[in-house]
Every structure is written in structure tokens, then in C-alpha cells.
């Protein structure tokens, strides 16, 4: 049979209604990009053609990113604002990894009294609403005077419960309850046994667990905006996003006339975009790890 013969009608039209459901989801994304390539006249006569692809150019980004770069006092603000990004959410996924490879450790491959108690802490946790936990954490990091400060930010996300309960899972499937026996027959104790046994075979895990949790740090906007709001150069891109649409023209035309800085559509745009650009980084570095762990959990050992 050849390649066309094979062509069924059914496939056929599978195909053309994947294509199509593709492109309701391309085009939007496509036109969003476009967007930090054009100019504010492009926009506003609506030149370009289909979707302002005509419209684009590397001079407006320059003009764009000069006007993005300038906001604040001082200028450099976004700028600031990305490099607090990447401390909080880098630092707040090592201390995840940190504290998740231990603990799935012990919940998968100890037997304590309250064993079942701390995963069933750990269920609970995962699916309790962040709003609930902003209060507490405020009243906390200002009884210890470190509201503004980058640091607890970074400490508070190293609490992720879902990279406990992945590291639970990895254990529980793929570390044979007989290599562990082994050692343990062998005079390895439980710390030595997860440090030369459960470290080896914790590279996946690792890399999805950092992943979650970098994503979760970078994408969260209450915690940081209840503990930084105070401290204009210290607050994360995604507060800062919040405050670069509020002083722009089209949403705020009273605040903006106090500004030196004019942001529209294109310097909106290109600021969101290079927001995304860590995350896509992360996604296309962790991808052949996120794939494989499609799997994990699905065979018990």
C-alpha cells in the first residue's frame, strides 16, 4: 500500500482537525509575539497586514526595550526585576530538591509510626489554595523584620509539597525493596544508603523536581506581592508586570502623564515575552527528563 492509499478519509480528517485546533492556539500566540516586533504607529493605524507581520522590525524592539528599560526612577527596573526572578525562583527549587529527595526518600523506603500521617500531610498540602497560606506567612516574615527582603521569599518557596509526593513516587517505583535490604545486610545505614544508593538513581527526579518548583516560583504573584510590594527594586517580574501595565497610557492615563517613559501595546508585549523566556529555557533543558517521567508511577517495584 502507498503513502497515499493509506491516506484514509478518517485520518484525513483527523488530521485536518488537529491542524485546525493547532492553529486557534498558534495564531493568538503568534500575534502576541509579533506585537513585541512592532511599532505604536503600526499598531494604532493598524499597518502590517495579517497579524502586523509586515509591521516588524529589530528597530522598534531596540525602541521598546529602551522604553521598558527606563522605567522607575532610575531606570533598570525591569531589568532588577528579572534578576530577583531568577534568584527566588532558582534558589527556591534547589532548597525544594533539597528537601523533597530526603523526605520521598523516608515516606517510600522507611517504616516509622507516622508514616502515613506525613504523606497524607503531604496530599492535603499539595491541594491547599495558596491564598489561604499568604496571612500566616506575612504576620511571620514581619514578626522577624524581613518584609521587602528577598530571602524568605526564596526560603517560603522551598516549601513544595508536590516535589515531596514526586520524590515519593520515584522511590517507591524504581528502588527495589531488595537493594535496599541488601545494604542494609551489607551495615549501610539509612543515611548512608540514600547518600550512595538513592542519590544514584535521583537524576530524573531532580531535574523534574527543580523544573515544577522553578515554574511554580517564577509564576507565583501573591507571595510576592504580599512580602515585596514594600520595596520597589526588590519585587519579582511578575509584580513587576502589574506595575508596568498600571503606568501605561491605555490603562492608566493619569499616571502615566507623570511618567518619562510612555509603554504600549509593543512594550507591554515585549516586556511579557522576555518574562516567558526563562521558563521556555527551562522547559527545552528539562524536556527529555519531563518526558520520560510521564512513566513514573506507573509500575510499582
Avoid: C
Wanted: no cysteine; charged share 10%.
Amino acid at each position: 500500500m502507498t503513502g497515499i492509499e493509506s491516506w484514509s478519509p478518517g485520518r484525513l480528517a483527523r488530521v485536518v482537525s488537529m491542524l485546525f485546533v493547532a492553529a486557534i492556539f498558534l495564531l493568538p500566540i503568534a500575534g502576541f509575539v509579533a506585537m513585541a516586533f512592532r511599532s505604536n504607529d503600526g499598531v494604532e493605524a493598524g499597518s502590517g497586514g495579517f497579524l502586523g507581520l509586515g509591521d516588524i522590525a529589530w528597530s522598534n524592539v531596540r525602541y521598546s526595550w529602551s522604553q521598558v528599560n527606563g522605567f522607575g526612577p532610575e531606570g533598570g527596573l525591569f531589568t532588577r526585576w528579572l534578576t530577583n526572578s531568577l534568584v527566588v525562583a532558582a534558589g527556591g527549587a534547589i532548597l525544594a530538591v533539597v528537601a523533597a529527595l530526603p523526605a520521598g526518600y523516608a515516606m517510600a523506603r522507611l517504616r516509622f509510626r507516622a508514616r502515613r500521617a506525613v504523606l497524607l500531610i503531604t496530599l492535603v498540602t499539595m491541594v491547599m489554595p495558596n491564598t489561604v497560606l499568604v496571612i500566616p506567612l506575612f504576620l511571620e516574615v514581619n514578626a522577624v523584620g524581613a518584609v521587602g527582603e528577598l530571602w524568605p521569599v526564596a526560603l517560603i518557596m522551598g516549601f513544595f509539597p508536590f516535589g515531596v509526593y514526586l520524590s515519593y513516587i520515584h522511590y517507591l517505583t524504581t528502588m527495589p525493596k531488595e537493594l535496599v535490604e541488601a545494604a542494609r545486610l551489607d551495615g549501610l545505614g539509612e543515611v548512608s544508603v540514600f547518600w550512595w544508593i538513592g542519590l544514584r538513581i535521583s537524576k530524573q527526579v531532580v531535574v523534574l523536581v527543580a523544573f515544577f518548583a522553578f515554574v511554580a516560583n517564577w509564576t507565583n504573584f501573591l507571595l510576592p506581592l504580599a512580602l515585596l510590594s514594600s520595596n520597589q527594586r526588590n519585587q519579582t517580574v511578575s509584580i513587576g508586570l502589574q506595575q508596568l501595565i498600571g503606568a501605561s497610557p491605555l490603562f492608566n492615563p493619569t499616571v502615566a502623564a507623570g511618567l518619562d517613559v510612555k509603554l504600549y501595546m509593543p512594550q507591554l508585549a515585549l516586556a511579557t515575552f522576555i518574562s516567558m523566556l526563562p521558563l521556555l529555557a527551562v522547559f527545552l533543558g528539562a524536556q527529555r527528563f519531563l518526558i520520560r517521567g510521564e512513566t513514573v508511577g506507573a509500575v510499582k517495584g
